[in-house]
């Protein structure tokens, strides 16, 4: 599979490959899903700003450093034309997803996903990718193929992570949009750093990549699954 991988981007097109990948406006389902937000406000535990940038900040240290490692690592294997790989890093990141209802939710955003960078970018990582991926592992292989290296697949993964859960808080708790954008900069740092973590391990073992665990999230994915009435599919 050597020589797969894509030229890699440079200035004004890595940017906006990566604003592109990371746009929530994206059609690759990711609106319609909260991270776990909505069955932890259902919980108490977030109900202002405050208590949302808390919770995102815990997102962001647990699922989404899994998260950024796992994308970062599809993206170096895509580029060094080691496709045959993903498997492996499926399989590995399906083990640290404990909760059921979590790994129906990846692979569903790993689908539509799919779904549309077949179209916007095609590549032939994508014929030997699988027909249900988890979705960290087809972003950072859309990075790939865009020509964006594995810390910029890190960073879209650990972004999408937060984003998603912050722009739910608006509509279920009706947020300020301003002040919850704010605590979203203020998490920057932080999302900085993960992503160069998640870059250095890129290359390694995929059974030493990180498995930190939000016990919380995986017990509220479970109850949210069997709610009748809901806003957000997750």
Do not use: N, Y
């Amino acid at each position: 599979m050597a020589g797969t991988g894509a030229a890699e981007a440079t200035g004004a097109d890595a940017a906006a490959a990566l604003l592109l990948l990371s746009d929530g406006r994206l059609p690759a389902g990711g609106h319609a899903h909260s991270g776990g937000l909505e069955a932890t406000v259902a919980a108490g535990r977030v109900h202002d700003v405050a208590s949302l940038e808390g919770f995102l900040r815990g997102r962001a240290a647990t699922s989404g450093t899994v998260a950024a490692a796992f994308a970062a690592a599809a993206c170096a294997r895509v580029i060094r034309g080691e496709v045959a790989d993903l498997g492996t890093l499926d399989a590995e990141l399906d083990a640290r997803m404990p909760s059921p209802a979590l790994r129906a939710t990846s692979r569903k955003l790993g689908r539509q996903l799919l779904r549309a960078v077949r179209v916007i970018r095609p590549h032939p990582c994508w014929d030997e990718i699988g027909t249900s991926p988890h979705h960290p592992l087809v972003l950072g292989a859309a990075c790939a193929a865009a020509g964006l290296p594995p810390r910029a697949a890190a960073l879209a993964a650990v972004h999408d992570a937060v984003v998603g859960p912050a722009t739910a808080a608006v509509r279920l708790l009706g947020l300020d949009p301003f002040a919850t954008h704010a605590a979203l900069a203020r998490l920057g740092p932080m999302l900085d750093r993960i992503a160069a973590d998640a870059d250095s391990c890129a290359v390694g073992d995929p059974a030493d990549l990180p498995a930190d665990s939000a016990p919380l999230l995986d017990l509220a994915a479970e109850q949210h699954a069997t709610w009748e009435v809901r806003l957000f599919a997750s």
